[in-house]
């Protein structure tokens, strides 16, 4: 096998010429270009990248290794998480180590399965303000629902996590914290990013969007009484020894990996609604159903459509070492969509749920991640989404206006232009 650089490979993969054949493809198409890497080298592959040893490891078994296998075998100091921190500090999400041990007993208790009904009430009547809007048509109206899910969603993460609807916030506090993450998936693509300090278009772009981001947290915080307080506030704000840092961080954490993430995802479901109307008068009949639509959404479009851990103590994956130090990506999309698991993986049958997944599915299904760094709001999202499919599929008909979107896989994966659909009340 090859070096780079010094570096021994321990993993077939492309050699350097064939990877900036495929420099515009990795751009525009970078499922794609790992589908076709797995085809090509196998289950792992080494990139011809030096420092770190990247690996992609496409696999149910080595992707179930890396992410559940030996705690503290896997970290999250990656290219990928480092560049997030720009925007979410050492939050929940980004936060490694005895940082992570500290903050996940704290937070979790907001998540706890009581309030779920909660935040089933509050998806209802979001999603009742979104069928206002639509109804007020009169008739079939084409309407973005990417751009109605993204507001709907915020809405719901402010109301259930912070009591608060961020009242006609919504819109700026989305684009800011899309303008963020699109300026941190630009900086994680190269190896040497500019410095965050130097005035570059896009660092001002992400300062402006951090400004923004931190108005709208000292508004949450600032002066709320205790009544006025959610639970998940009371854990943050009277945290013994927590900085203000601290907290703005963990705010901003569940502001971005709570909205964007379920905004992806029913906007997925209602574009596969619309291409299945016989699935979708399903939904209308049978309410129960919704949750078999989220799920087979959340197979297809993965909105976490990969995750990446830094190796460190060295490990065997799949029969290849992988030294300590390296990058490993691991692909839900890839995965849940290889026929090795899945019969007929590019089809839409939300009946696949009904029945009870195999052992090896069950392994190979990881929309929310797995091990102990798992969604801690997966069952708040599950429930979120359940009931705003089954609350909008009941009163409205999607139908497609136009050829599939192009996915554009950035933070999240999300149809390029937006998701314009014809909705027409039942
Ligand atoms: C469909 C919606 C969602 C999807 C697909 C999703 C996906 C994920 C994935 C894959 C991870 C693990 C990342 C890794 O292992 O590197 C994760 C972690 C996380 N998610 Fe979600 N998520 C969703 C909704 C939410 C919601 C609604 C919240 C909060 C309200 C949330 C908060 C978090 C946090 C704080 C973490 C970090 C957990 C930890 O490391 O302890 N997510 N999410």
Avoid at 8 to 27: D, K, N, Q, S
Avoid at 37 to 45: A, K, L, Q, S, T
Avoid at 213 to 231: K, M, Q
Avoid at 245 to 265: C, K, N, P, W
Wanted: glycine fraction near 8%; include cysteine; proline fraction near 9%.
């Amino acid at each position: 096998m090859t070096s780079y650089l010094g570096t021994p490979a321990t993993a077939p993969g492309p050699p350097g010429p064939e990877m900036l054949r495929h420099t515009l493809r990795i751009r525009r198409d970078p499922l794609g270009f790992l589908a076709l890497m797995r085809d090509r080298y196998g289950d792992v592959v080494q990139f011809p990248i030096p420092r770190p040893p990247t690996y992609l490891v496409a696999d149910a078994a080595g992707t179930h290794q890396v992410l559940v296998g030996r705690p503290g075998g896997y970290d999250k100091d990656t290219i990928q998480y480092r560049s997030l921190s720009l925007v979410t500090g050492a939050g929940l999400l980004s936060a490694r180590d005895e940082q992570w041990r500290r903050q996940r007993p704290v937070v979790q208790p907001a998540f706890h399965h009581s309030f779920l009904p909660e935040v089933a009430a509050v998806a209802a009547e979001e999603s009742a303000r979104v069928a206002r809007r639509w109804a007020s048509v009169g008739g079939p109206a084409v309407v973005d629902v990417e751009a109605a899910m993204m507001d709907l969603t915020l809405r719901v993460v402010g109301r259930c996590l912070f009591g608060d609807d961020l009242r006609g916030s919504t819109a700026r506090l989305a684009e800011a914290t899309l303008a963020a993450l699109t300026v941190v998936i630009k900086r994680s693509r190269v190896p040497v990013a500019v410095p965050a300090g130097w005035p570059t278009p896009a660092n001002r772009q992400l300062r402006r969007s951090l400004q923004d981001l931190d108005a709208a947290v000292a508004r949450l915080v600032g002066g709320r009484r205790p009544a006025g307080r959610t639970l998940l506030l009371d854990l943050l704000l009277d945290q013994p020894g927590w900085s203000d840092r601290e907290v703005r961080d963990q705010i901003v954490t569940f502001l971005v990996a709570g909205h964007e993430t379920a905004a992806s995802a029913l906007t997925w479901a209602f574009w596969l609604l619309a291409g299945h109307a016989d699935e979708a008068d399903r939904v209308a009949a049978a309410p129960e159903r919704a949750r078999w639509v989220a799920d087979e959404t959340l197979r297809l479009y993965p909105p976490a459509w990969v995750i990446s851990r830094s190796v460190v103590t060295p490990d065997r994956i799949d029969g290849t070492a992988v030294p300590a130090g390296a990058l490993v990506i691991t692909s839900p999309y890839l995965v849940q969509r290889d026929r090795r698991y899945w019969p007929d993986p590019d089809l839409f049958r939300p009946q696949r749920f009904a029945e009870r997944l195999s052992a090896e599915q069950r392994r190979a299904y990881l929309p929310f991640g797995a091990g102990l760094r798992q969604c801690v709001g997966r069952d708040f999202a599950r429930w979120e989404m359940q009931e705003v499919l089954r609350d909008l599929a009941g009163r409205f008909r999607f139908a497609p206006v136009g050829p599939a979107p192009r996915l554009v896989p950035a933070v999240t994966l999300r149809p390029a232009g937006g998701m314009l659909l014809q909705v027409a009340p039942r």
